[in-house]
């Protein structure tokens, strides 16, 4: 039972534009949500997070939205590099991180 | 900080044989997570350890499975005997309890069993 989810395994985007990594959960329980980034053969990189409390954090080019209505967050990227791919993992904390199987984005040049 | 550490990075190992990863998590963390990485799961919790007690180990999947915390600088994660189907990448990753949410992680050990 996967209380979150990344239903697109791979999101290809070009350069410049921008990139929509989205996650669904089903546990009211969590408090915080995350975004995790992560390279071949290295481990995942914390990214940007958010509290349930809130619906938008910003951090640069990263934008994460939280709708806790329909149990949903997404991840903006813009403008997508070359540097951001990589494989994007959602997290959801109750007393520990529950991850999703992630998303490989490809920004192509 | 030098981060957390493990070691090894790639280990490959016969069928049936004892495998020991080990984690140095980063100095004045009070968590420590042991995560196993696969296509067909993800990133899944095996067990986590609070002020070196392990408080959940429900993730184990077998009893083949073991961990230890005997610090607060050292944890290790045992497989004995270990089988093909336990082939993965395993991390270690460490928090601060309160404040910010995020667990910092190792570069994995890549467990080949052949």
């Known amino acids: 039972d996967q209380q979150v989810k990344q239903n697109s395994p791979s999101l290809s985007v070009q350069e410049g534009r921008i990139s929509i990594l989205n996650c669904d959960y089903t546990?009211?329980?969590?408090?915080?949500f995350l975004w995790y980034k992560k390279y071949p053969a290295e481990g995942p990189t914390f990214l940007i997070s958010?509290?349930?409390?809130?619906d938008k954090n910003e951090d640069g080019r990263f934008t994460v939205f939280l709708n806790k209505s329909a149990k949903h967050l997404s991840l903006h990227i813009v403008p997508s590099q070359p540097g951001d791919s990589a494989v994007y993992f959602c997290?959801?904390?109750?007393?520990?991180?529950?991850f999703g199987k992630g998303t490989k984005l490809s920004v192509i040049p | 900080d030098a981060g957390v550490i493990q070691s090894p990075r790639h280990e490959v190992t016969e069928m049936g044989q004892e495998v020991t990863l080990r984690c140095k998590p980063i100095?004045?963390?009070?968590?420590l997570f042991w995560y196993r990485q696969t296509m067909m799961r993800g990133l899944e919790l095996l067990i986590y350890?609070?002020?070196?007690?392990?408080?959940?180990d429900s993730g184990m999947p077998e009893d083949r499975f073991s961990a230890k915390m005997p610090n607060a600088s050292f944890s290790t994660l045992k497989i004995q005997p270990s089988e093909p189907r336990d082939s993965a990448v395993y991390f270690c990753?460490?928090?601060?309890?309160?404040?910010?949410?995020?667990?910092?992680f190792g570069q994995g050990t890549r467990l080949t069993v052949v």
């Open positions: 990753a460490s928090k601060k309890a309160g404040g910010s949410p995020e667990a910092f």
């Open positions: 546990n009211s329980m969590f408090d915080y």
């Open positions: 958010i509290s349930s409390i809130k």
């Open positions: 997290a959801a904390r109750s007393y520990q991180l529950t």
């Open positions: 100095s004045g963390h009070d968590y």
């Open positions: 350890f609070n002020n070196n007690v392990p408080i959940d």
